[in-house]
């Protein structure tokens, strides 16, 4: 069986303090002495030196590695398919302009299949501002709806929880 990263790595750690050490050894050789000898003494010829090879310990004898047993599943329950909420946001502007006319969320409708109006739609006046806002469910406005003058002053609101009231039955 090949080895784990992990287990390629715990057997390297038992050479961890040599190759430390070997690397200070290394740094501070390169160094040169930390401070000049005495004026009145001569410097003494350097004396090549064999280099010291330590032999690694042996590695630590390792626990083999045994997968984690998962505990017994129960069975499982059929699975109940819930329909996806797919929702396109459409925009639609004035025409030969990129001012936004028409925001609103389409959503198919689950009995016939259909993109409808559902959820927050916003309308604005040409020069941008917003005429009014509020929520559809299969193309009716239904909650409270709010309308502004060209300004974007706040001129009334409609209650239309049960989807009554003046309905447009465009946008």
Same mark, same amino acid.
């Given at each position: 069986?090949?080895?784990?990263?992990?287990?390629?790595?715990?057997?390297?750690?038992?050479?961890?303090?040599?190759?430390?050490?070997?690397? !200070? /050894?290394?740094?501070?050789?390169s160094c040169g002495p930390? !401070?000049?000898?005495?004026?009145?003494?001569?410097?003494?010829?350097?004396?090549?030196? /064999?280099?010291?090879?330590?032999?690694?310990?042996?590695?630590? /004898?390792?626990?083999?590695?045994?997968? /984690?047993?998962?505990?017994?599943?129960?069975?499982?329950?059929?699975?109940?398919?819930?329909?996806?909420?797919?929702?396109?946001?459409?925009?639609?502007?004035?025409?030969?302009?990129?001012?936004?006319?028409?925001?609103?969320?389409?959503?198919?409708?689950?009995?016939?299949?259909?993109?409808?109006?559902?959820?927050?739609?916003?309308?604005?006046? !040409?020069?941008?501002?917003k005429e009014r806002e509020?929520?559809?469910?299969?193309?009716?406005?239904?909650?409270?709806?709010?309308?502004?003058?060209? !300004?974007?002053?706040?001129?009334?609101?409609?209650?239309?929880?049960?989807?009554g009231g003046p309905d447009?039955?465009?946008?």
């Amino acid at each position: 069986m090949a080895p784990t990263p992990r287990t390629f790595v715990r057997s390297l750690m038992p050479l961890m303090p040599l190759v430390l050490l070997a690397a !200070s /050894a290394t740094i501070v050789a390169s160094c040169g002495p930390s !401070s000049p000898p005495p004026a009145n003494q001569p410097r003494a010829a350097k004396q090549p030196s /064999a280099p010291k090879v330590e032999k690694p310990a042996p590695p630590a /004898a390792e626990k083999p590695v045994t997968p /984690a047993t998962p505990a017994p599943k129960a069975p499982d329950a059929p699975k109940v398919e819930t329909p996806k909420d797919e929702m396109k946001p459409s925009i639609e502007y004035w025409e030969g302009t990129k001012v936004p006319k028409y925001k609103y969320e389409m959503r198919k409708d689950p009995a016939d299949g259909k993109w409808k109006r559902n959820g927050f739609s916003t309308a604005y006046y !040409s020069n941008g501002v917003k005429e009014r806002e509020g929520v559809y469910k299969n193309n009716k406005r239904v909650a409270v709806w709010k309308y502004y003058d060209e !300004s974007g002053k706040l001129s009334r609101e409609e209650d239309r929880r049960d989807g009554g009231g003046p309905d447009t039955g465009g946008h």
